[in-house]
Nanobody, 127 residues
């Protein structure tokens, strides 16, 4: 079993920055992909950024490219999401995800690929 615990959510003004963290525990040796999804009120959940744990593959949604950066500290089994230039439309519950497998490059944000999910951390961006 793998457990994911997010932290770092909160309120921030537009243009500000925030860093989310997600620590994995349990059988972390089986994890080969970690990342982030988000769900805004009234909207479907969407992929934000994911990466393979060997660092060779990184994917980011078009809506966050140039503003959000995903990174991984393998020694700590922790994935980060550095969010800069935040916008009100970034307001959402952010979920950490992980899986044993690496998703295909043509559809890295299909929810069904990710077997492990955290409880989520709320990010609210005010204008």
């Amino acid at each position: 079993q793998v457990r994911l615990m997010e932290s770092g959510g909160g309120s921030v003004q537009a243009g500000g920055s925030r860093r989310l963290s997600c620590a994995a525990s349990g059988h972390t040796d089986v994890i080969h992909t970690m990342g982030w999804f988000r769900q805004a009120p009234g909207k479907e959940r969407e992929g934000v950024a994911t990466m393979s744990t060997d660092g060779r593959r990184t994917y980011s949604a078009d809506s966050v490219k140039g503003r959000f950066t995903i990174s991984l500290d393998k020694a700590k089994n922790t994935v980060y999401l550095q969010m800069n230039d935040l916008k009100p439309e970034d307001t959402a519950m952010y979920y950490c995800v992980a899986d044993r497998n690496i998703p295909p490059s043509d559809s890295p944000f299909w929810e069904g690929y990710y077997g492990y999910w955290g409880q989520g951390t709320q990010v609210t961006v005010s204008s």
